[in-house]
């Protein structure tokens, strides 16, 4: 614990907690709802829960928590630490904590404002952050603290945790990701919160406890089903009012009524059903339908910030070391799987911000457009991304076409791609209202109609549920970004994948080009070491020009 501060006094709490009745017992029987009962009663390690609006969960968690720091080390005691998503949920709490406490230790405990420290690495350098936290200490030794919602705050902390509002959290995915560490020695953790939105990081953990891909014990309880426990009835009973069948349906009309035309809003916060973005294009349900864990994304960081500033031949053996053991497996296997298939493929650039992506695919026999690999270049200079989209080619033969980003610094990657792959085969798209209107459309029908399939991965997913409706057509809005969650480095993120995506499926829609002098290459002529009658599909060695490895015309 810190260095204590200050006491804080009973006016300084915020008024759900002084107007609590003074003789309300939460140790009588009847005090708890039965869904309140519920949730204290599952003693499981990990415990999520999706919630309607002022449910009384938090107060429910409350007394758990008071009675569990109250308890002895053989009675099952221990510390409990609340991560609120503001410094006044903390004290609200911690007020709860501080009114049951008079009913077990016989009097009202003091709280204490303390002043904690955290460190924790950002962009490589060590900070050094302090906050306020809001204490109170039982005669057990353990105690109750409220501390900020800090991702380094809970890495550091062992006990019972729990992290309210967590969908609400500035960093949401930090702080639920830094709950796992807590388990290492016998923490456990209570994820409360209602819903913020369908991409929010609370609501994908929720899909993964139904989808039995996480251990969390799920708990669910809307607005109806805390108004059937009696949610009215202890309103009245805080309050001093007399309750009544007709006062109970004039305050439910009331609570629903106060959302008017905001139904979505109401459905999210009442009915625990989150709200999917506004003016979203294509829908989640859809998106999510359209994947598949059989196709893959390979993500590509650089080793050090200053990887740019490295001798070209070095920068190039990074990535062709990355390039042969971890993408070329995946390109010999589309490559098998589509045979003498045309190919297409879809490209976004970027450089120093958000990162550059390449859809590869095909469309198969019955209309079915497929992206089994996605490549996503973070903070990647020129060199490399031209070295990636050339050791491509070999893969990418026969091509259908090839649509590129040739926005600003891109233009010089999409030319390039041109004089590599031939100009009939390339576009160098610089994309118009007019060109989105074109496809956008189509490229929505292929999630309605399930005639695409796409690697499943979160990014990939929100990327897609980026684009909305903009000066009437679907397309990602300039100015909104988003954190990325992969391990190769996150970062910010602006529909990267979307773009690479809705580029490959423009171009599956281009005329195949027959080759001039085009002939399969059989593996065994070149030593591939492949079936008698394969064809070569690996690329050129990136240190030998074209014209000196390859005869003219056999590509």
Request: hydrophobic content about 35%; charged content about 30%; some cysteine.
């Amino acid at each position: 614990m810190g260095k204590l501060i200050r006491q804080i006094d009973r006016d300084e709490l915020p008024a759900s907690v002084l107007t609590i009745p003074e003789d309300l017992n939460p140790l009588s029987s009847g005090i708890l709802m039965t869904h309140q009962a519920c949730w204290i009663g599952d003693t499981a390690d990990l415990k999520a829960c999706r919630k309607g609006r002022r449910t009384g969960i938090t107060w429910a968690e409350a007394h758990d928590d008071t009675l569990i720091a109250a308890a002895s080390r053989e009675a099952g005691g221990d510390n409990v630490f609340y991560i609120g998503d503001t410094k006044e949920k903390g004290l609200e709490w911690i007020g709860y904590i501080a009114h049951f406490a008079k009913f077990i230790e016989g009097h009202r405990p003091e709280i204490w404002e303390a002043e904690e420290e955290v460190e924790y690495e950002q962009d490589g350098k060590r900070i050094v952050e302090k906050y306020t936290a809001y204490v109170v200490k039982f005669a057990s030794g353990y105690r109750c603290a409220a501390l900020a919602s800090r991702p380094a705050v809970i890495r550091g902390l062992q006990g019972v945790v729990v992290i309210d509002e967590a969908a609400f959290h500035v960093d949401v995915r930090g702080v639920i990701d830094a709950c796992n560490a807590l388990l290492i020695w016998g923490g456990k953790i209570r994820i409360i919160s209602t819903h913020k939105g369908d991409l929010n990081p609370f609501n994908d953990l929720i899909k993964e406890i139904v989808a039995g891909e996480t251990d969390y014990s799920l708990h669910t309880y809307s607005f109806d089903d805390a108004v059937e426990n009696g949610l009215y009835e202890r309103v009245c009973l805080v309050k001093g009012d007399t309750p009544s069948v007709e006062g109970k349906k004039s305050w439910y009309r009331k609570i629903r009524g106060s959302y008017g035309t905001r139904k979505a809003a109401m459905r999210e916060e009442l009915d625990v059903i989150p709200r999917e973005g506004e003016g979203r294009y294509i829908s989640l349900t859809l998106i999510e339908n359209c994947m598949t864990k059989d196709y893959t994304v390979a993500r590509w960081s650089p080793p050090e910030e200053t990887f740019v500033d490295w001798p070209q031949s070095k920068r190039r053996e990074i990535m062709k070391r990355w390039l042969d053991q971890e993408l070329q497996p995946l390109l010999r296997e589309f490559a098998e799987t589509v045979a003498h298939r045309a190919r297409a493929f879809g490209e976004d650039f970027a450089m120093r911000n958000d990162r550059t992506a390449i859809a590869l695919g095909y469309t198969a026999d019955d209309l079915v457009r497929h992206v089994p690999i996605i490549i996503e270049l973070f903070a990647c200079p020129y060199d490399q991304q031209e070295q990636v989209l050339f050791y491509l080619e070999g893969y990418l033969r026969p091509l259908q076409k090839g649509i590129l980003d040739a926005n600003g610094n891109g233009m010089v990657l999409a030319q390039k791609a041109r004089q590599k792959f031939g100009a009939a085969r390339i576009e160098e798209l610089v994309a118009n209202d007019s060109w989105y209107r074109d496809h956008s459309p189509r490229f929505r029908d292929a999630f309605e109609s399930g005639t695409i399939r796409i690697p499943q991965d979160r990014d990939v997913r929100n990327d897609i549920a980026l684009m909305e409706t903009k000066d009437g057509v679907g397309k990602v809005p300039r100015n909104i970004r988003t954190d990325g969650t992969d391990a190769s480095g996150g970062g910010k993120r602006h529909g990267d994948a979307a773009v690479a995506l809705l580029n490959f499926h423009a171009a599956t829609f281009g005329e195949i080009v027959a080759y001039d002098g085009y002939q399969g290459v059989p593996r065994d002529s070149l030593g591939g070491g492949g079936r008698r009658g394969d064809f070569m599909h690996a690329p050129p060695d990136d240190d030998i020009p074209d014209d000196d490895k390859w005869v003219k015309g056999a590509w």
